[in-house]
């Protein structure tokens, strides 16, 4: 975490397995070398790269299993994987509410009715990228809203931001060679 709050490239790079597992977006299969993933993640317009790597860390990580320790860098069967709530929520029909009394509205505006608030809540919504509907994301007022359907059948609104689905990128570390290293930072397929 401290290395992620400082920007610390150099020491971020020593946290790397040789080679590192990412979305094919930038270096392709089998991932990019540890130079190759701090150039294209780290360095110009990193923002978005530290902070995704900033919330998966602070939500935390879940222990578990590799059945196939052998692809991209060889490692240790036990992972740790995160963002730990994955393992709870069926992203392309759930979202969570990641936060404190996060306000659920009657319309996707700040100027719309609260109807409830919610936090850290799981709720149904149409999140697959094939199901999705036209009022499934909407920006307006430079927000991006989510809609939601509560327990109740009502549908609201929730900033997008404070949700489970602006989060995409997920992480495993996994000991290579005896090492704690990051062995992937990848976004799954359909997101």
Not at 102 to 124: C, D, G, H, M, W
Request: with cysteine; glycine share 6%; aromatic share 10%.
């Amino acid at each position: 975490m401290n290395c992620v709050i400082k920007k610390d490239t150099t020491k971020l790079k020593e946290l790397l397995a040789e080679r590192v597992f990412e979305s094919n977006d930038g270096c392709g299969y089998p991932g990019c070398s540890k130079e190759e993933f701090i150039k294209y993640y780290f360095n110009e317009g990193a923002e978005r790269s530290w902070n995704d790597m900033f919330k998966i860390i602070r939500f935390g990580f879940i222990r578990d299993k590799d059945e196939n320790p052998e692809r991209i860098v060889p490692h240790d069967s036990t992972i740790f994987y995160g963002p730990s709530y994955l393992k709870n929520v069926d992203t392309d029909n759930e979202i969570i509410v990641l936060g404190e009394n996060v306000n659920i509205r009657e319309k996707p505006s700040l100027k719309a009715k609260i109807i409830r608030t919610a936090s850290f809540e799981k709720f149904k919504c149409d999140c697959n990228i094939l199901t999705t509907k036209k009022t499934t994301y909407q920006i307006v007022e430079g927000i991006g809203w989510l809609e939601i359907k509560l327990s109740s059948g009502e549908i609201g609104y929730v900033a997008s931001e404070l949700t489970s689905s602006d989060l995409i990128k997920e992480m495993t570390i996994a000991k290579v060679n005896g090492e704690w290293k990051i062995i992937s930072f990848y976004q799954s397929p359909g997101c």
